[in-house]
Nanobody, 124 residues
Framework: QVQVVESGGGLVQAGGSLRLSCTVS??????MGWFRQSPGKEREAVGC????????YYSDSVKGRFTVSKDKSGNTLSLQMNSVTLEDTAMYYC???????????????????WGQGTQVTVSS
């Protein structure tokens, strides 16, 4: 049985940093990604890594500020969020799937398993 467990959300001041983690059990080194969703908006990919661990995908809105990385086991994905802004406030979800091609990473429909989400709130 596949389980996806997220941690690390919370309240952070604008300009600060926060780190999210996601651990999956029941699969070996799958593709993993962080998505976020705000009220009234579609779910968008933030940072994702394929099953091969090749170059990550980042949305334009977080490039240069956020970094995704996997641990050596390939089953834990971290999202380091730096220089956060009010626009980063959202529910963040970890997603897991069998994805090899980079161009597919940004599509939430490509992922088979999702965590329950962790709230990130940026204050001014």
């Amino acid at each position: 049985q596949v389980q996806v467990v997220e941690s690390g959300g919370g309240l952070v001041q604008a300009g600060g940093s926060l780190r999210l983690s996601c651990t999956v059990s029941g699969l070996h080194s799958p593709a993993m990604g962080w998505f976020r969703q705000s009220p009234g908006k579609e779910r968008e990919a933030v940072g994702c890594i394929s099953a091969t661990g090749a170059a990550p995908y980042y949305s334009d809105s977080v490039k240069g500020r956020f970094t995704v990385s996997k641990d050596k086991s390939g089953n834990t994905l971290s999202l380091q969020m730096n220089s956060v802004t009010l626009e980063d406030t959202a529910m963040y979800y970890c997603a897991v799937g069998t994805i090899w091609q980079w161009y597919r990473l940004r599509d939430p429909k490509e992922y088979n398993y999702w965590g329950q989400g962790t709230q990130v709130t940026v204050s001014s």
